[in-house]
């Protein structure tokens, strides 16, 4: 695990988007995996002007979304789908028919899954996989756990991710109790990846992932064991380190 302090949220959206970006310039088909929440929105800025001034061609990209709410229409403010055309698919010249996210409200989800997967495999597997991580300790939406899934599943959510991501939402009664996600075998199958974590809130979560011990009760840790994992982390995040 190499990990890396900036100073600034700032500095860490300009050196996340200069690692996607060197992995799309390096290969033009490049398939990557990526994450929603606050925390890379500015990345997709960055990525976003890049585009903007000529520098980064995403037409032969094809990208696979970690995970999705489940009961949430595409449409809904708050879906992931929505997240990711609003902060980054809107703004640059990505093939829709490149873009892969969670099927949330297929009737067959099981089925659904195995399809994510299958279409994860065709496409080569993922290149570099993008990663937020949740004040728990989660990636995706891998909850803490006595065992983790491999593969893309359905999953309850954690009270604390409920909680955490209330904030998004009227109010907390509006959460989603579950959604869609890859499993840690899906994620630790990428060939890098690059997690990001920004602000205090994420002290605790990056203290356990970076010096506790592996533990599938911070599904974050299990990242020791990928030969290519990148961690971003801000002061703040890296106050406990
Ligand atoms: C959500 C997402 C994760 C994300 C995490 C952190 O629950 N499922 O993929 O990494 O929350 O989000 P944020 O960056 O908003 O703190």
């Not at 879906?79 to 873009?99: A, L």
């Not at 356990?208 to 599938?216: A, L, Q, R, Y």
């Amino acid at each position: 695990m190499d990990v890396r302090i900036v100073d600034s949220y700032d500095d860490l959206s300009e050196k996340a988007a200069e690692i996607v970006a060197a992995e799309v310039k390096q290969n033009r088909r490049a398939v990557l995996g990526l994450a929603t929440g606050s925390t890379p929105e500015g990345m997709y800025a960055v990525l976003a002007g890049y585009h903007r001034d000529n520098k980064i061609d995403f037409s032969g990209v094809t990208t696979f979304n970690l995970d999705e709410y489940a009961g949430l229409s595409r449409e809904h403010s708050q879906s992931y789908y929505y997240y990711m055309h609003r902060h980054f698919f809107d703004h640059v010249n990505i093939d829709p028919r490149r873009i892969n996210i969670p099927e949330s409200s297929s009737e067959d989800v099981v089925r659904s899954c195995r399809e994510y997967e299958q279409k994860i495999k065709e496409a080569g597997g993922i290149d570099l996989q993008v990663l937020g991580i949740g004040v728990n300790g989660h990636i995706g939406f891998n909850e803490p756990a006595d065992s983790l899934d491999v593969y893309t599943h359905l999953v309850e959510l954690a009270e604390e991710t409920i909680e955490a991501n209330s904030r998004f939402f009227n109010s907390r009664d509006e959460v989603p109790h579950q959604a869609l996600t890859m499993g840690m075998g899906s994620i630790m199958h990428a060939a890098k990846i690059l997690l990001l974590a920004s602000g205090k809130n994420k002290a605790r979560a990056i203290q356990k992932t970076v010096s506790g011990k592996i533990t599938t009760a911070v599904p974050a840790s299990l990242l020791h064991m990928h030969c290519s994992c990148t961690v971003i982390v801000d002061r703040e995040a890296a106050a406990l380190l």
